[in-house]
């Protein structure tokens, strides 16, 4: 999605965005559009079509507190179904917590 349609989405209160923690230092955005069977998602691209990538939560807050973005969610996967000993195919499992942005934060 580039950043055009997400302000309209956003100001039309149409988005939900998750900023999904990849590493310590790689922080994508994932808008969700749409409901139920419907819902879309889409990670936010640059100007060059490239996923936009932020190198700290504060950075990814910052912009989206700039671009007028109320609320986010912080996903987080977790590595657990990944370790050595572990049975397979363990669910998916992550961390999802409700941020609120302001611009005094």
Not at 83 to 103: C, H, N, Y
Request: charged share 25%; glycine share 6%; no cysteine.
């Amino acid at each position: 999605m580039d950043l055009k349609t997400f302000r309209r989405h956003v100001a039309a209160d149409e988005a939900e965005v998750e900023i999904l923690a990849i590493d310590p230092v790689i922080y994508l955005l994932r808008v969700n559009t749409g409901q139920g069977a419907a819902t879309r998602s889409s990670i936010l691209k640059n100007p060059k079509g490239q996923n936009w990538v932020f190198r700290s939560l504060t950075a990814a807050k910052t912009q989206l507190i700039e671009w007028q973005v109320r609320s986010a969610l912080l996903v987080q996967q977790s590595a657990y179904g990944e370790m050595v000993g572990s049975p397979g195919a363990q669910p998916d499992s992550e961390l999802r917590l409700p941020l609120l942005l302001r611009p005094d934060d």
